[in-house]
């Protein structure tokens, strides 16, 4: 089925520092969303967009809704060690009751 | 609030055996139901979708299917497994379309 475009497919980095993934579809999504999976758990909400340009922060994580409604963004800051996970970003557009996901972003943060 | 309970946790079941797991939401009416299949390391893959009692999309032709007996209540089954079931199996709800959906614990089935 049709999917999203996330990169970087895996991080690996240092505490501490800031970490950026992206989104990118070929069509125009009304929402997007972002979301955090731990090993043996169920996806858990982090931040959802709703607006063209909207910039949406969650404690030490911002999103932002590309201009172009094709794009989404995702940046944390000031890494820890239990930022380690799969980040998924998913959308949807009008006339479908469908979420699109991402192929997930792996992160691997190193004390 | 609103809470999504999946069972079983964990399942090992042999190739040709039935299938049934459940997911029930609470503390909403009428929510949007989904079910999705993971495998290891990948993204999810939508399996079916419910926007009512009785109504059931299907994404994929494959050997599942999905019911919605009751208002909060979507179950997967099988008659006969295959190894290709194996996967992590999740559900979700979301209120209406365009909000965001709330996902389940999640089901590990191993095929045997």
């Known amino acids: 089925g049709q999917q999203l475009n996330q990169s970087p497919q895996s991080m690996f980095i240092q505490e501490g520092e800031d970490v950026s993934m992206n989104c990118t579809s070929s069509s125009i999504f009304n929402t997007w969303l972002w979301y955090k999976q731990e090993p043996g758990e169920g996806p858990v909400l982090l931040i959802a967009l709703y607006k063209a340009g909207e910039l949406t922060s969650n404690g030490r994580l911002t999103a932002q809704f590309g201009i172009t409604r094709k794009d989404s963004f995702l940046n944390i800051s000031a890494s820890i060690p239990s930022d380690v996970g799969i980040y998924f970003c998913a959308g949807t557009t009008s006339g479908t009751y469908k979420y699109i996901f991402g192929t997930g972003t792996r992160l691997k943060v190193l004390a | 609030s609103q809470t999504i309970h999946q069972w079983p946790a964990t399942l090992v079941q042999p190739v040709g055996s039935p299938l049934s797991l459940e997911c029930t939401v609470e503390g909403t009416s009428n929510p949007n139901l989904y079910w999705y299949r993971q495998a290891a390391g990948r993204g999810l893959q939508l399996l079916f979708y419910?926007?009512?009692?009785?109504?059931i999309s299907s994404e994929v032709p494959q050997n599942l299917s999905a019911s919605r007996p009751q208002d909060r209540q979507f179950i997967l089954s099988s008659k006969k497994l295959l190894l290709s079931d194996s996967g992590f199996y999740l559900c979700?709800?979301?209120?209406?379309?365009?909000?965001?959906?709330?996902f389940g614990d999640g089901t590990r089935l191993s095929i045997l």
């Open positions: 419910s926007v009512g009692i009785g109504q």
């Open positions: 979700a709800w979301t209120d209406s379309f365009n909000q965001p959906q709330h």
